[in-house]
């Protein structure tokens, strides 16, 4: 199980052009497309000391092959990748990649940003950010939800770079690149690091499902349709149609 610790802002948040590693050999990445998203692995064989020694060589020189190596991407990683527009995502060290959403998609997070930040506001409940915005789980889970919010007593998890632990609500706006990542991988970290609530919207079918906390973790809770309201604990009193948000 990853480390759950925050990470440090000293890891930054630049997203600056692939390291020169990956282009001379040091970093071998692998990457496979599977269902309109990419997985990327990149595998880094033997670390290299400052002077030149492999920490994967015993004292004489030798390489020992029982050594085990981590594979998985870092946080670190992820602070290197280019900032070029599309999404990058690490879930458990596996590198996800989407391309920027479609105008349903951008519509009903707009929205939804729009009526929640309106209501959080109003009642001085706590506040709602848009992607893209990281979420640090662990140094081997960062990913940036649609919408995030973060009630006032929980406001110490969000810095200037990131979001470091669970926002109390993450939504995801299913498009066709992420939809089997956002109610598979994403459903399960969410479940892990403490995520109170989760709602998976559909633009498509103006549709949406509602997992909330349980002993057991994230359970469902709710199916909704055009013609249902959005409703939650997190946000007492608010209703907000589910049709408005495709409008």
Known sequence: MPDPSPISEAAGDVRRPFPKGLANGNLSAQ???????????????????????????????????????????????????????????????????????????????????????????????????????????????????????VSSARRSVITEKNVQGAPDLAVEVLSESTADIDRTAKLKLYARFGVQEYWIIDPEECSAKIYRRSQEGLEHAATLHANDSLTSPLFPSFSLPLQKLTE
Request: glycine share 8%; proline share 8%.
């Open 31 to 149: 990457v496979t497309r599977a269902q309109g998203h990419v997985e990327g692995k990149i595998s880094i064989p033997i670390r290299q000391e400052p002077g030149g020694e492999d920490r994967g060589r015993l004292p004489d020189g030798c390489y020992n092959p029982l050594m085990p190596i981590d594979t998985r991407l870092t946080y670190e990683d992820y602070c290197l990748l280019p900032n070029d527009g599309k999404r990058y995502e690490i879930i458990d060290g596996e590198l996800y990649v989407t391309p920027s959403p479609r105008r349903a998609h951008q519509k009903v997070v707009g929205n939804l940003f729009y009526y929640l930040t309106d209501f959080a506001k109003e009642n001085q409940l706590g506040e709602v950010y848009i992607a893209p915005f990281d979420v640090v789980f662990s140094r081997y889970d960062v990913v940036e939800p649609d919408v995030l919010y």
